[in-house]
């Protein structure tokens, strides 16, 4: 009898997804209802915005936890759960086991999918085993293993509906980033820039896993899917061979540009945007060039693949500024016009808010005062460089030359804000970004490319600025105008996706593993909850049974919990955050648990 | 400056420790003062009972997380923190971490101490890779590891103070009990009765950690420390070597008796109190005769190990019903008469009250209706059989040969209750018996002994008593009358350790997760709160701030959880245990948490 009970709620979902032409009809429809969380950023628009209010400004101090969950798995816990309805969905760090907890009978697991994956992969994971979080649609839940497998589950059962091998991991290809369901596609980056993977971007037929295009972030036109005329820069068309052309011989087949980040959609546009990562090596001498399209703002048509247009942030990247991060869809008004906007914060240091339909750049500017690289963005539309960061040549690691250690360079590596999400609430126009406030001394070296072996070419060390002692803030920015609205210190990064609610609030968590909760307009402090382990995944929100729940993945790791992750200790040991992050030992230790809070009965 | 005043804060406890003569004059000091929980029960008597009454029976339900804790570990969390001033100090299992934390700072980490071990002691830990806790005294933190080394650490620093490996690993010998700091004494027992080891326990000199005595579960008196004339059981003296002849040849050297248990003490009769474990092999054929002194309670004398009182409970065992289940120290009036009472529930499923100075035997009943091997216990003072019990032809498994499979014996071998530590209330007069209700089928082979190799001898699967699918109980029991005064039904084993409170509350975990709350008088579930994973620890509580606490570790495993622990699939796995306890991956998994509630401010 419960059996059925769970088969007929979930399997409302899978009708209404099963019924439409194409999955995102509904997904759309779904991601409207605020009572689920149907997609890892919540929407399309990746706004991790909900329209929930329950918990207030006002009654958020009485907030508790509600129920925890242990996922059995150590080190770094990236992502959040799923809600679609009684059901509740979440992934783990490699080994990458999906659960499925029913919350109508006290979170009794329905379902647990355990990939039998080759450990040799662990070691090409570059910052940590960990993964984004699946994907629904279509009935079916979609996870992306360590070892690049896409695998879609029976939403129901866990049965393997089917699965796709993406990549080779003895090549240093992994899979890292959740899915993204756009439309009848199953979307999946690839992990590796770390290891010369030459980064792509699939999407495969959600029905039966059959690739259906592929774009690669550089290469020939024929590869990256661009149209020499069709496919714009800053307004331009990009001319015949943008990418090769940039690009020492063949050094773009194994160029990086990998795309583990989160993905947007604008279902009206047809467009769906996402970011590539740095070029490889992270020694800027041996690649000489703009290293295209590495760093760069991509909009492609969610059908095809085709590029519609692209821009590149931060040409022949020098400091390892990876440019995955998300994008944030929004409407701004900007310079008195409306415009269809996407926000992006990159590593690099700058809040880019771009016009998504025509990738015109709109505004630029700096979301850590520390940053020292460059001065700012040419904004000057008439200037060779528009668009380009302004250098300080004092930061050039390339100028400075190999083997020699640039010093007290801002941001590090790990950038100003890595793939940790910000939120935006449409009410405050306010973007909510949990950010890095670190620097690093950068020492690039001469490197040899072989397959499967990290391709790195750098070494690294990662501290707070000059005079400072906090390595973090979470800060409130206003999009339309570029500027810090208020910041919040916080002792260590922030590494865990913020959320924002229609009550005013905004959540987030912390690497000491504080849930907290503070003011949408001020950034007051109004509630924080030392959950098992620090936090590096993204707060998201749900309401079942009447009842508005916060939930959190807790799970030290990532880039900045390596060293506790991994067990290193070396201070130049995990690309250089072993040493910043050591003081991490004394407030939390490596766990894997769900925390979901709620308001008292 | 912080680590100035924590060094005072510590420094008191250990002035107070270093300035007395025993370690134990301070400790029963200590252990008076409810705020604390110096001891693994929380005081030497062991009723697990706490004078704190903050959090009551009309206000419980407001019960909520205050701040939780990842220990990095996976597998089976027995055991409990201590918790002395600002300090609290817990361990986990293999690799056994010990952590020490600042209640006064957030929780601070002050020291982790992780020893580094060899891994091949994981596979002769018989029941999962536990620890079940760290004990105080002389102002250090005493640890019993795996691979049966006690280790003294500096309580403010966690530095090693002394060390003694007390035992060969590579035979079978191992630790998982707590230590016991008794006056000037640290006293362990030794786990290995599925290997072949000869139990004993072990007291060091706290202050440099060098053998003051040792005395054997059998063997020649001169091993046991038994005196035949000073020596009684059930008021006679045992006579000479009362152990050696009731083993055949040499057997006694291999004959098992660990000493795994929970130890108590009554410092005004200078006696410590612990029971032995089963005879190797679990093929009772192949060691005929009594095999004393396993199965036994005894009473020892602190100072020299001089055994005092002996009062086997099972001879010649034939279904792994272990002796070494806690013995709690009470006053109880008993057929008119006032005893100093030691009360004890048997892994056999019988419940004795006995007078702990003399050893007399006041009450034997069964605690849990399934048991069906024994009728009860033979009272009779003129009986041949006094103290022994009246066993049922049908369920012996040396009756019915070896290569037979007995079945539908109840209790299982992990009997009707195993470690899992029973609380007493003074005020109700009732303990609170968390236990199993789990019957077996039992087939004994003939096993030869290999020094470090598995000496088990007997296959097993577990089920629960026919016609039920409870396989736990969590009763109140008269210990003066010998009966149950209410029962709650639960899915599986309590395998957490009980804590009674003075406001009429009493606490439990259960193995799915849930510690819940229950009036004292009625049984009543008051509250309930699933913590990340499985409960096998020991429900404490203290005082900090002024406000009570109460917290509990999460990680299910031990023996009940080995299944989901170990990744064991096959029914008869984990000596039986993963059969009866397969559903268990249908409500949690694996996880090492230390949960701490509180009311809401």
């Known amino acids: 009898m419960r059996k059925l009970l769970l088969m007929s709620c979930v399997g409302t979902a899978a009708l209404m997804a099963g019924g439409a032409a194409f999955a995102n009809d509904d997904l759309v429809k779904m991601s409207q209802n605020p009572k689920d969380w149907v997609m890892p950023a919540g ?43 009684d059901m509740m969905y979440f992934s783990t760090p490699f080994p990458n086991i999906v659960y499925a907890l029913d919350l109508a009978h006290e979170e009794k697991i329905v379902w647990k999918y355990e990939p039998k994956q080759d450990p040799n992969v662990i070691p090409v994971m570059c910052c940590d085993t960990v993964n984004r979080g699946v994907s629904y649609g279509d009935g079916k839940i979609f996870l992306h293993q360590a070892d690049s497998t896409l695998v879609a589950l029976d939403a129901k059962t866990g049965a393997v509906v089917w699965s796709v091998k993406d990549a ?31 980064g792509y971007v699939a999407a495969y037929n959600i029905k039966d896993g059959k ?27 990009v001319g015949k061979n943008s990418s090769e052309s940039t690009w020492e011989g063949d050094q773009w087949k194994i160029g990086g540009g990998a795309t583990w980040g989160w993905y947007a959609f604008d279902p009206a546009l047809n467009l769906m945007y996402y970011g590539s990562g740095n070029p490889s090596t992270w020694n800027p001498k041996q690649r000489p060039g703009d290293n295209k399209w590495s760093m760069t703002i991509w909009a492609r048509d969610v059908d095809t693949g085709a590029a519609k247009w692209v821009y590149q942030m931060t040409p022949h990247d020098e400091w390892d500024y990876d440019g995955i991060n998300e994008m944030i869809l929004t409407d701004q008004s900007i ?7 996407l926000t992006h914060f990159d590593r ?107 391709y790195v070419g750098a070494t690294l060390s990662m501290y707070p600025p000059a005079g400072e002692s906090n390595m973090g803030n979470f800060i409130a920015w206003d999009g339309a105008e570029g500027k810090i609205k208020w910041s919040n210190k916080e ?24 849930l907290k909760a503070v003011d949408a307009k001020t950034g007051k402090e109004l509630y924080k909850f030392k959950t098992p382990s620090g936090i590096i995944g993204n707060v998201m929100t749900y309401e079942h049974g009447g009842k508005q729940y916060v939930a959190i993945l807790s799970g030290v790791g990532g880039w900045a919990g390596i060293g506790l992750a991994a067990g290193l200790t070396k201070p130049q040991d995990g690309l250089g955050a072993v040493g910043g992050y050591a003081a991490l030992s004394n407030y939390t230790a490596l766990g894997g648990q769900l925390t979901v809070f709620a308001l008292p009965n």
Not at 54 to 63: A, F, G, M, R, Y
Not at 211 to 227: F, H, N, R, V
């Open 43 to 85: 929407n399309y628009a990746a706004t991790r915005f909900s329209e929930l209010k329950q918990i207030t400004p006002e009654n958020v101090k009485s907030l508790a936890p509600a129920w925890t969950f242990s996922t059995g798995v150590l080190r770094g816990h990236e992502g959040a759960p799923l809600v679609i309805g």
């Open 168 to 198: 080779d991991p003895a090549k240093g290809a992994t899979g890292t980033s959740a899915p993204f369901v756009m439309k009848d596609k199953v979307i999946i980056g690839v992990s590796g820039g770390e290891f010369g993977v030459r």
């Open 211 to 237: 690739l259906a295009w592929k774009g690669y972030s550089m290469g020939p036109d024929s590869d990256t899917l661009i149209d020499a005329e069709k496919t714009t820069s800053l307004g331009k068309p």
């Open 335 to 341: 310079g008195g016009k409306e415009h269809k906007a």
């Open 348 to 454: 690099n240091g700058f809040g880019y808010t771009l016009d998504r339909a025509t990738g015109e750049l709109l505004v630029a500017q700096k979301f850590d005062p520390a940053v020292n690289w460059a001065t700012g963005i040419d904004m000057d539309k008439s200037s060779k460089d528009y668009g380009k960061p302004i250098r300080v040549a004092k930061m050039s690691t390339e100028g400075n030359g190999e083997d020699v250690n640039s010093k007290g360079i801002c941001p590090a590596a790990l950038g100003s804000k890595d793939e940790q999400p910000a939120a935006y609430s449409p009410l405050t126009k306010l973007f909510y970004v949990p950010t890095n406030h670190v620097c690093m001394d950068y020492e690039p070296f001469r490197v040899s490319y072989t397959a499967g072996q990290p």
């Open 491 to 514: 002792q260590f990064s922030v590494w865990s996706g913020a959320l924002a609610t229609a009550s005013g609030l905004v959540f987030y968590g912390t690497l000491e593993g504080y």
